[in-house]
């Protein structure tokens, strides 16, 4: 085995002894736009343990949700390491990186994300088929998800039958659902009323406790406030990392 080699295992090994989710080296990406260089992200470097709770925050244009892409597996960095569980990622194929969203990420975006003509189960268990789980135990395992969310009695309710705070519940619930080592959000209150998204605010904070790790991303310094760590992003680079409880 080559001696580069070598060194990714090692170095992704003495992570996962660490409890290191996530772990970015000098990770840069950018594009080019005519004659220009744009740099999004910048030489960032971030470490991320088992069961933080952190935001992403910066304003329109910082870098926070190509970096949030990056971290997510839905884009590919133009140099520098990043690896999730001990794995190098930012080496890998896009079947390769198909299998880490499904396995080790769960997703929660602004938009909600659901199939409007499927229940609420049904939607839960997408990521289950996509996975090659038996029929029994999806169904199973997509009713544990909605009981940990508190809507196991919507479960066969269409997303038009809930309310937004609802359907914000029924993505959260299809994130979990294959047991990930990340949860990933992105602006997950952005389209909720403040007191809707207060009560998802507050479901973030129970899975937290029950032991998931959380990387909230956001330009809302309310909704960064109810993270237990803020990693501030201003064009492409870490401006500061503060830990605030």
């Known amino acids: 085995m080559a001696k580069a080699a070598e060194e990714v295992i090692e170095r992704g090994e003495q992570l996962k002894r660490e409890g290191v989710v996530i772990r ?146 029924v993505a959260v619930a299809r994130a979990l659902v294959n047991n990930p080592s990340l949860l990933l959000a992105d602006e997950p209150t952005g389209n909720l009323d403040t007191a809707t998204g207060n009560e998802i605010m507050a479901l973030f904070e129970k899975l937290h406790q029950q032991g998931n790790t959380i990387v909230l991303v956001t330009h809302e310094l309310d909704i960064a406030m109810h993270a237990w760590r803020v990693v501030h992003i201003r064009d492409g680079k870490v401006e500061r990392d503060e830990k605030i409880k």
């Open 24 to 169: 970015t080296y000098d990770l840069w990406k950018t594009y080019i736009m005519g004659d220009q260089e744009i740099h999004a992200v910048s030489g960032v470097d971030v470490e991320i343990r088992k069961g933080e709770y952190v935001a992403i925050m910066g304003p329109s244009g910082s870098g926070k949700s190509t970096l949030m892409n990056l971290i997510g597996c839905l884009d590919t960095p133009t140099s520098g390491q990043y690896y999730i569980n001990g794995s190098l990622v930012s080496d890998m194929n896009d079947d390769e990186l198909a299998r880490i969203r499904n396995q080790e990420i769960g997703f929660v975006f602004q938009t909600f994300n659901l199939l409007p003509r499927a229940s609420a189960l049904h939607n839960v268990e997408l990521p289950l088929i996509y996975a090659g789980i038996k029929s029994e135990e999806r169904l199973e395992r997509a009713k544990q998800a909605l009981r940990q969310v508190d809507l196991e009695a919507r479960m066969y309710h269409k997303p038009s039958e809930l309310s937004g705070g609802q359907r914000q519940r």
